[in-house]
């Protein structure tokens, strides 16, 4: 198993790019199931999560082909409806093959993805969506069977604006008898894309990035080219990178508007953020102030910044409190970052922070995604040298990490054993 060996104390100065969206890429090359013919998929990240995607569209059938950020998908010759356990436990994101199986063939079979490492994660809301479009749903064996001879468009009221309930309903509705409205829908800018590639393709799906989307269902879609945009939750970690090693750093490739909410923390918390209009500055020249955050959909601050900001407020001046709204038991990054000296008490979904002015380097394991991007930022803003294992949970969503912040003036060793 990779780790990574991290010596910290560098500030980190110069400028990086950041890559296309994960989240945004994994509905989009879901989508692609929606017609035959080759769609051309654009700024793809290279990273294990869409990896699963397309191997998750090879096994339906599908043909890819990967050539740097580029990704064909061609869904011509699609020969099973169903995917298995195997892909779904890698990774949740893989049941957004559900709307767009069942659009365009009737059908579908997805294994019930699971809990993960922040929370139970349950599908419900995807699943009362369907049946509400006049989808047939089982649940055997731990398989979701959907069917229906043909959708009818509906009025579905969300009880919570899930962003995956929403992808795989907006994707389920387009080719639906009549006008479906989804209504407290996610408003995450991942969503609009979805939107911008399935009306390329033909559909005509209005209001994403509202809490109102409103799809026409159409008979025929179209493969097209799409290009993602660029991932607001990489920019963000970045923008916390500059900030907790007191750095100058110059963001590029990043879309100002999905990273607000966090911007403006960093200003609150004396952190000096500049941007124009496809680039943010972040200079940070001493410790940052205590500021209280709460995680919210967007466009409140998100729950995939949490850890990370978290790792900035251990070294804050003053007390902070994190409230996470969002996801259950993602505090995981907690007692990691005690081990490096912060102090940090959970009381039920609270984490209160009493910043202080040094961590110190200590062998810490990241327990998902976003908790291992805190733990490296912890790394490299602390005294000494520090060890992150499992590390394949930040490959999961990070492209060329060590090399990005390594080109910045981190001192970032992956060592394979
Ligand atoms: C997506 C993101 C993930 C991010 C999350 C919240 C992708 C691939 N992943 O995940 O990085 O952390 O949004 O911003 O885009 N819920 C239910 N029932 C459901 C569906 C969700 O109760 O049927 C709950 C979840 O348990 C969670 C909340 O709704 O508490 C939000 O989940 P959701 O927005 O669906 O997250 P994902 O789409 O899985």
């Known amino acids: ?19 296309g969206s994960k989240n945004a890429s994994l509905p989009v090359l879901a989508a692609a199931l929606l017609c035959p013919g080759r769609c051309v998929i654009a700024d793809v990240p290279e990273l294990s999560d869409i990896a699963v995607m397309c191997q998750a569209l090879t096994c339906l059938g599908a043909r890819v082909q990967r050539a740097g950020g580029q990704v064909e998908v061609d869904a011509s010759c699609v020969n099973t409806l169903e995917l298995n356990d195997e892909l779904t436990r890698r990774m949740r994101a893989s049941n957004l093959v559900l709307g767009p199986l ?15 490492n922040i929370g139970s994660r349950p599908m419900n809301l995807h699943l009362k969506g369907l049946k509400m479009l006049g989808a047939e749903i089982s649940e055997r064996y731990g398989y979701i069977y959907a069917t229906a001879e043909r959708l009818v468009g509906a009025e579905i009221i969300l009880d919570m604006p899930s962003v995956g309930a929403t992808e795989n309903l907006i994707m389920a509705a387009v080719h639906a008898a009549g006008v479906t409205v989804i209504k407290n829908a996610a408003r995450e800018p991942e969503i609009v894309d979805l939107q911008n590639f399935l009306n390329a393709m033909g559909a005509r799906v209005r209001g ?43 963001i590029t490739n990043v879309i100002p508007e999905h990273v607000e909410s966090l911007t403006a923390k960093l200003r609150e918390a004396g952190v000096q953020v500049e941007s124009g209009d496809d680039w943010i500055r972040v200079v940070a020249g001493g410790r940052p102030r205590a500021v209280d955050v709460r995680t919210l959909y967007y466009p409140g601050f998100p729950t ?13 001046e003053g007390t902070s409190i994190i409230s996470e709204t969002i996801f259950e038991n993602r505090f995981k990054h907690v007692s990691e970052l ?50 992150i294992e499992n590390v394949e949970h930040i490959d999961r969503g990070y492209e060329k990490l060590e090399r990005k912040y390594n080109t910045l003036g981190a001192r970032i060793m992956r060592v394979h054993s």
Do not use: W
């Open 338 to 387: 005690r081990r490096m000296g912060a102090d940090i008490n959970l009381e039920g979904h609270t984490a209160i922070i009493k910043g202080v002015p040094r961590l110190s380097g200590a062998v810490v394991e990241a327990s998902d995604l976003r908790a291992g991007a805190a733990l490296v930022l912890a790394a490299l803003a602390a005294e000494n040298g520090s060890i």
């Open 304 to 316: 995939d910044l949490q850890p990370q900001f978290m790792a900035l407020m251990a070294l804050a």
């Open 208 to 250: 994403a990035g509202t809490d109102v989307i409103k799809i026409e269902g159409v008979e025929r879609l179209e493969p097209a080219r799409h290009t993602v945009i660029p991932d607001r939750i990489e920019a963000g970690t970045h923008m916390i990178a500059a900030a907790i090693t007191r750095g100058d750093v110059c």
């Open 1 to 19: 198993m990779p780790r990574l060996m991290i010596v910290g104390g560098h500030r980190l100065l110069g400028r990086v790019k950041v890559s």
């Open 102 to 116: 069942l659009a365009r063939f009737g059908r579908a079979v997805v294994a019930y993805p699971g809990g993960c």
